[in-house]
Protein backbone atom coordinates (compact mmCIF):
# COMPACT_ATOMS: atom_id res chain seq x y z
CA UNK A 1 0.00 0.00 0.00
CA UNK A 2 1.40 3.29 -0.74
CA UNK A 3 0.01 6.73 0.65
CA UNK A 4 0.25 10.20 -0.93
CA UNK A 5 -1.52 13.57 -1.05
CA UNK A 6 -5.32 11.38 -0.46
CA UNK A 7 -4.50 8.71 -3.21
CA UNK A 8 -3.81 5.25 -2.59
CA UNK A 9 -2.19 2.43 -4.16
CA UNK A 10 -2.69 -1.09 -3.25
CA UNK A 11 -1.52 -4.51 -4.61
CA UNK A 12 -3.64 -7.41 -3.90
CA UNK A 13 -1.68 -10.64 -5.09
CA UNK A 14 -3.74 -13.73 -5.93
CA UNK A 15 -2.45 -16.85 -5.44
CA UNK A 16 -4.20 -19.97 -7.73
CA UNK A 17 -3.42 -23.20 -6.61
CA UNK A 18 -1.67 -25.55 -9.30
CA UNK A 19 0.57 -24.83 -12.31
CA UNK A 20 -0.88 -21.38 -12.47
CA UNK A 21 1.29 -18.10 -11.71
CA UNK A 22 0.59 -16.01 -8.94
CA UNK A 23 -1.72 -12.64 -10.06
CA UNK A 24 -0.83 -9.18 -9.63
CA UNK A 25 -3.41 -6.45 -9.00
CA UNK A 26 -3.33 -2.73 -8.44
CA UNK A 27 -6.01 -1.09 -7.02
CA UNK A 28 -6.36 2.65 -6.81
CA UNK A 29 -8.23 5.31 -5.23
CA UNK A 30 -9.07 8.63 -2.94
CA UNK A 31 -8.31 8.17 0.92
CA UNK A 32 -9.06 10.64 3.12
CA UNK A 33 -9.13 10.85 7.18
CA UNK A 34 -12.25 11.53 9.10
CA UNK A 35 -11.81 13.03 12.62
CA UNK A 36 -14.72 12.59 15.16
CA UNK A 37 -16.15 15.32 16.83
CA UNK A 38 -14.86 13.77 20.26
CA UNK A 39 -11.26 13.26 18.82
CA UNK A 40 -11.11 9.81 19.84
CA UNK A 41 -10.08 7.69 16.74
CA UNK A 42 -9.92 8.91 13.81
CA UNK A 43 -11.25 6.83 10.30
CA UNK A 44 -9.53 6.55 7.35
CA UNK A 45 -11.88 6.25 4.55
CA UNK A 46 -10.70 4.38 1.20
CA UNK A 47 -12.23 4.75 -1.99
CA UNK A 48 -11.13 2.82 -5.23
CA UNK A 49 -12.14 3.91 -8.55
CA UNK A 50 -9.70 2.24 -10.50
CA UNK A 51 -7.91 -1.29 -10.82
CA UNK A 52 -4.29 -2.00 -12.50
CA UNK A 53 -5.41 -5.87 -13.85
CA UNK A 54 -2.59 -8.53 -14.26
CA UNK A 55 -2.20 -7.84 -17.84
CA UNK A 56 -1.86 -4.29 -17.29
CA UNK A 57 -4.83 -3.26 -18.35
CA UNK A 58 -6.25 -0.49 -16.33
CA UNK A 59 -9.97 -0.61 -15.55
CA UNK A 60 -12.20 2.32 -14.17
CA UNK A 61 -14.72 2.08 -12.10
CA UNK A 62 -17.05 4.67 -14.26
CA UNK A 63 -19.87 5.47 -12.64
CA UNK A 64 -20.33 6.53 -8.96
CA UNK A 65 -22.10 3.26 -7.73
CA UNK A 66 -19.19 1.13 -9.13
CA UNK A 67 -16.87 3.31 -6.69
CA UNK A 68 -16.60 0.99 -3.39
CA UNK A 69 -15.56 2.79 -0.79
CA UNK A 70 -14.49 1.31 3.03
CA UNK A 71 -14.31 3.09 6.41
CA UNK A 72 -11.30 1.58 8.74
CA UNK A 73 -11.19 2.91 12.54
CA UNK A 74 -7.34 3.88 12.69
CA UNK A 75 -5.71 2.15 15.84
CA UNK A 76 -2.59 3.01 15.79
CA UNK A 77 -0.32 4.90 13.06
CA UNK A 78 2.90 5.32 13.04
CA UNK A 79 5.50 5.89 9.89
CA UNK A 80 6.35 1.97 9.84
CA UNK A 81 2.94 0.82 10.67
CA UNK A 82 -0.86 1.19 10.60
CA UNK A 83 -3.39 -0.65 12.32
CA UNK A 84 -6.93 -0.47 11.24
CA UNK A 85 -10.03 -1.52 12.28
CA UNK A 86 -12.38 -3.33 9.78
CA UNK A 87 -16.39 -2.59 9.99
CA UNK A 88 -18.33 -5.05 12.40
CA UNK A 89 -21.11 -6.98 10.34
CA UNK A 90 -24.46 -7.25 12.17
CA UNK A 91 -23.46 -11.27 12.68
CA UNK A 92 -20.25 -10.05 14.80
CA UNK A 93 -22.10 -7.57 16.80
CA UNK A 94 -24.51 -10.10 17.99
CA UNK A 95 -22.15 -12.15 18.97
CA UNK A 96 -19.96 -12.05 22.62
CA UNK A 97 -16.60 -12.69 21.08
CA UNK A 98 -16.46 -9.32 19.77
CA UNK A 99 -17.16 -6.91 22.70
CA UNK A 100 -13.74 -5.17 21.99
CA UNK A 101 -14.28 -4.84 18.25
CA UNK A 102 -11.34 -6.83 17.24
CA UNK A 103 -13.43 -10.15 16.42
CA UNK A 104 -12.50 -13.08 17.21
CA UNK A 105 -8.57 -13.36 17.80
CA UNK A 106 -8.24 -10.22 16.38
CA UNK A 107 -9.99 -11.07 12.92
CA UNK A 108 -11.01 -7.41 12.30
CA UNK A 109 -7.81 -5.62 12.20
CA UNK A 110 -5.65 -4.93 9.53
CA UNK A 111 -1.76 -4.69 9.92
CA UNK A 112 0.18 -2.46 7.06
CA UNK A 113 3.86 -2.49 7.72
CA UNK A 114 6.45 -0.91 5.81
CA UNK A 115 8.52 -3.07 3.78
CA UNK A 116 11.53 -1.39 2.39
CA UNK A 117 12.41 -3.19 -0.55
CA UNK A 118 8.57 -4.16 -2.34
CA UNK A 119 10.14 -5.59 -5.68
CA UNK A 120 12.41 -8.36 -3.59
CA UNK A 121 8.82 -9.29 -1.78
CA UNK A 122 7.03 -9.48 -4.97
CA UNK A 123 9.57 -11.57 -7.20
CA UNK A 124 9.37 -13.81 -3.93
CA UNK A 125 5.58 -14.00 -4.79
CA UNK A 126 6.19 -14.48 -8.54
CA UNK A 127 4.72 -11.09 -9.73
CA UNK A 128 5.78 -8.74 -11.75
Sequence with gaps: MT???SRIEM??????????PN??????????????NDSSQSTLRVSYDSMI????KEILSGKEENVRTVELKTRFASEDII?????STADEENENTYEDGFGLNGSNLL??????????KMEALRVG
Design 83 to 87: ICQTP
Design 11 to 20: YEVIRILGPF
Design 53 to 56: DGTG
Design 111 to 120: VFALEEDMDI
Design 3 to 5: LGK
Design 23 to 36: VKNTLKGDVTTLKP
